[in-house]
């Protein structure tokens, strides 16, 4: 694109920015009624139809130039914050693609010869530019909601003196698996006990990944000197593991907590009289 | 299997750990509909665990297709991993128990062979493998 061009395009968008910037916010306002006031895109306009300007100055022609750092950075910060209210990506792109419009308006009045091919071609760019950051921003809600939700889904609670269990709740996959096995050592250091529980009442499904992980979550826990008790082993899911051909071995289940519990208060009962003066 | 009229079938892609849990729901919520029994829609939805997990593991990403099938008497569920992986050189070792060529329980593939009602396999080296599997009401 000829620098001279560049310079008619600016100076008429200077001198007409009034009558572009309103079209522009007709037409996203049109769309974007009632989720944001006319107040906080009219500013937002006005952000991006400076820094635009600002860059076309610099004799910046594509959005990736140096020139349009400053752009980048505000539609970026733009579409970050409509992906955490919530705003659908159409609603996100719009207020950056209604500029077109504006642009429109300025061509369709008589005495503009300008080309504004150029900058609409800017505009798309803007338009795919406010996309990704949109998609990248949700993308990091959704990684930071899962972690979350990881640390979540797994506590492990005391439940008697001396007894920790796990209940674990959904789909157990290596993530999982080594946040329960790393949470589950600390509390049996932490809480002096003797005793492990693994609940797994709440997983739908035990294949072979899953009792793989299981196994060696309790081997970890003997080493360091607990005993381990896998409970809540419905009759569906031992019935699915003696047909898988997967071996517990001399690994101690139960089909309840309670009856783990119980258990394990018996262990614990006979250590613990030992101890007690009658 | 019978003749059995199909209803239309559900493609998931199979790429993540993520689309196995997909895979596992979607039997889950088809072998409800087909009213298998608690225990089979168990083994069904492990078994599919399982092939999802191998076409995910060994067949580098592939296909599962999931559908409810019916032959008039009774209903079930048919499903159908594919991959263009490797294939499987041996099939006699690849389904014999504790056997693995990589870090599993070396279970998988010939578990799921005695959770569901049927099981057939197609594979060749360099090919890919297909692995059919159906349960159905009883």
């Given at each position: 694109m000829a620098p001279v061009a560049t310079d008619t395009l600016v100076r008429t968008l200077v001198e007409r920015a009034e009558t572009v910037r309103a079209a522009w916010l007709e037409a996203a306002?049109?769309?974007?009624?009632?989720?944001?006031?006319?107040?906080?895109?009219?500013?937002?306009?006005?952000?991006?139809l400076d820094a635009l300007l600002d860059g076309l100055r610099a004799g910046g022609t594509t959005l990736s130039d140096a020139a349009f750092d400053q752009l980048r950075g505000i539609l970026a910060d733009v579409s970050a914050a409509r992906a955490r209210l919530g705003f659908t990506p159409r609603e996100t792109a719009i207020g950056v693609f209604a500029l077109k419009e504006g642009l429109y308006r300025l061509t369709s009045d008589d005495d503009v010869a300008v080309d504004v091919t150029p900058l609409l071609r800017l505009v798309d760019d803007l338009g795919l530019f406010t996309f990704e950051t949109y998609a990248a921003a949700r993308e990091a809600i959704i990684s930071e909601q899962a972690e979350q939700l990881l640390e979540l889904s797994t506590p492990v609670v005391k439940l008697w003196e001396g007894v920790v269990a796990v209940p674990l709740v959904g789909t157990l996959d290596s993530a999982r698996t080594q946040v329960v096995m790393e949470k589950l050592l600390n509390t049996l250091v932490d809480t002096g006990s003797e005793h492990a529980i693994i609940?797994?009442?709440?997983?739908?499904?035990?294949?072979?990944q899953v009792a793989q992980h299981l196994l060696k979550t309790v081997v970890a826990a003997r080493l360091m000197g607990a005993e381990c008790t896998i409970s809540g082993i419905r009759p569906q899911i031992a019935q699915t593991i003696v047909a898988l051909g997967i071996e517990f071995g001399d690994i101690r289940t139960r089909a309840t907590l309670a009856d783990a519990l119980v258990d394990a208060l018996r262990a614990n009962g006979r250590t613990a009289s030992a101890g007690v003066p009658a | 299997m019978t003749a059995a009229t199909s209803e239309t079938a559900e493609r998931l892609p199979v790429r993540a750990d993520s689309d196995v849990v997909k895979v596992r729901q979607l039997v889950r919520s088809l072998a409800q509909q087909a009213r298998l029994s608690l225990v089979d829609q168990t083994k069904l939805v492990t078994a599919a665990s399982e092939l999802a997990r191998n076409t995910l593991v060994y067949g580098g990403g592939g296909e599962a297709e999931v559908e409810l099938v019916s032959d008039g008497a009774r209903t079930g569920v048919r499903a159908v991993f594919s991959d263009e992986g490797p294939g499987i050189p041996d099939l006699d070792l690849a389904l014999t128990d504790g056997w693995t060529s990589g870090s599993g329980l070396g279970l998988g593939l010939s578990g799921s062979r005695r959770l569901v009602q049927h099981f057939a396999i197609d594979t060749a080296p360099g090919v890919g493998t297909r692995v059919e599997i159906a349960t159905w009401s009883r």
């Open positions: 306002a049109a769309e974007l009624h009632g989720r944001t006031t006319r107040g906080e895109l009219e500013r937002e306009q006005s952000d991006i609940d797994i009442t709440g997983v739908p499904a035990v294949d072979t | -």
